[in-house]
Structure formats: C-alpha cells, structure tokens
C-alpha cells in the first residue's frame, strides 16, 4: 500500500497493489477453487478448470470419464498463463492435441 500513498495528488494509478491475484488466468483460477470449497454453490458459475501441470492428472482423469457414446462433444479451451491478448488460446477436443510447457 505504500506505493499507492507515494503517489503525489495529480498521478493517477493504473495498478493497485495486491491486485494481481486477479489478473493472472492461473492464480484467479486457484481463488475461484478455494473459495468454492470454502462458500460452495455462490462460485459454481466457473466452468470446470484446471491448472496445467499442477493439475495434469485430475484433468486427464474428468477428460477421460467424459469420453462416450453417448457424451456431448468434448471440447476446452487452453490459455496460457503468461500472455494476453487473446493470443496462445487453443480450443482441443482430442487429448492428444493438448500442448503446454
């Protein structure tokens, strides 16, 4: 915070400190998932995510379970954690097309 109280009174402050938990794709998905296992049902508006490769064999255990005759289409969406834009995101349906570092 006190960067924020260094600040002279004409500058304007296009960062706030501590904030950044939010606007990384990777740490507001580990917020979501602990505040839904603390509070429950409020933060069941997130879709089902994964935090690659912390997260790697749960991930393929539910991609897995979600393969069948009779399932819808299995589709995701994969971001990268460290570029915006938009750019990086690559939507699989197949396992095998899954790529990260």
């Known amino acids: 915070m006190g960067e924020y109280y ?3 009174s004409y500058q304007k402050h296009i960062h706030f400190p ?22 429950g049902k409020i933060y ?6 994964y935090t690659l490769p912390n997260d790697y064999k749960k991930f393929i ?12 289409k299995n589709i995701w969406i ?7 834009r938009g750019r ?5 349906s197949d396992i095998t097309e899954l790529q990260y570092e």
Request: glycine share 8%; net charge positive; with cysteine.
């Open 61 to 72: 255990e539910h991609f897995t379970r979600s393969q069948g005759p009779t399932s819808p």
């Open 18 to 39: 501590k904030t950044g938990i939010l606007c990384k794709k990777d740490s507001l998905a580990r917020l979501i998932k602990k505040n839904r296992n603390m509070f």
């Open 88 to 92: 990086g995101i690559t939507i699989i």
């Open 44 to 49: 069941d508006f997130v879709p089902t995510t």
């Open 78 to 84: 994969c971001k990268p954690t460290d570029l915006s």
């Open 6 to 8: 260094a600040g002279k």
